[in-house]
């Protein structure tokens, strides 16, 4: 197990860091949250800004793959329910 823990530090995987604004065990807002919290960097900061990569590594790591999917949907959609 431990040489499984030590090639994936290697690698670089890292899980979502503690956010004491989400203290519980529900972490369905601190996904939401971080996926607004990118997009409005993006937004501020330009496409592909490096500072917004921090927020994408968390929502990325939380999210539900069908939620980030259905999300980006609604995003071109220009129905998402989100304050950008």
């Known amino acids: 197990m431990s040489e499984?823990?030590?090639?994936l530090a290697e690698v670089g995987v890292k899980a979502a860091p503690w956010d004491p604004r989400f203290?519980?065990?529900n972490?369905?807002?601190y996904c939401f949250q971080s996926y607004l919290d990118f997009h409005r960097c993006e937004k501020i900061k330009g496409e592909g800004a490096d500072?917004?990569?921090y927020f994408k590594g968390v929502f990325s790591d939380i999210c539900p793959n069908g939620?980030?999917?259905k999300w980006d949907t609604q995003r071109a959609e220009g129905n998402f329910p989100g304050k950008i």
């Open 4 to 7: 499984n823990v030590a090639a």
């Open 23 to 25: 203290p519980n065990q």
């Open 27 to 29: 972490q369905t807002k």
């Open 51 to 53: 500072v917004c990569q």
């Open 67 to 69: 939620w980030i999917e």
